[in-house]
Nanobody, 125 residues
Framework: QVPLVESGGGLVQAGSSLTLSCAGS????????MGWFRQAPGKEREFVAV????????DVADSLKGRFTIFRDNAKNTMYLQMNSLKPEDTAVYYC??????????????????WGQGTQVTVSS
């Protein structure tokens, strides 16, 4: 397993942009597919985006396409989520997760091997 630490969350106004980071450790980071999930208060966790081991393939939740972009830098053992045109409904705790093997893009959180502690994103109207 690869330990994960998210960062970059905060309080922003609607329409702003924010980039979240997920730092992994160990040489195995580049072998994992990496995903972003979020959970708003009183709601179930939902899939946001996933990227394969080398960054060549991505999948973004249909409702977020065009605003959210996932990418990674394996040389830095870091994965990112670029969020644009943020809306109050994007307010949630955002979690990154790792899945092995890294070739498949999976939307189900149950298939992921380990998770970060989460970072809070709050979008004010």
């Amino acid at each position: 397993q690869v330990p994960l630490v998210e960062s970059g969350g905060g309080l922003v106004q609607a329409g702003s942009s924010l980039t979240l980071s997920c730092a992994g450790s160990g040489r195995s980071f580049s072998t994992y597919a990496m995903g972003w999930f979020r959970q708003a208060p009183g709601k179930e966790r939902e899939f946001v985006a996933v990227i394969n081991w080398n960054g060549g393939s991505t999948d973004v939740a249909d409702s977020l396409k065009g605003r959210f972009t996932i990418f990674r830098d394996n040389a830095k053992n870091t994965m990112y989520l670029q969020m644009n045109s943020l809306k109050p409904e994007d307010t949630a705790v955002y979690y990154c997760a790792a899945k092995y093997p890294g070739s498949r893009l999976v939307r189900s959180g149950a298939d992921y091997d380990n998770w970060g502690q989460g970072t809070q994103v709050t979008v004010s109207s």
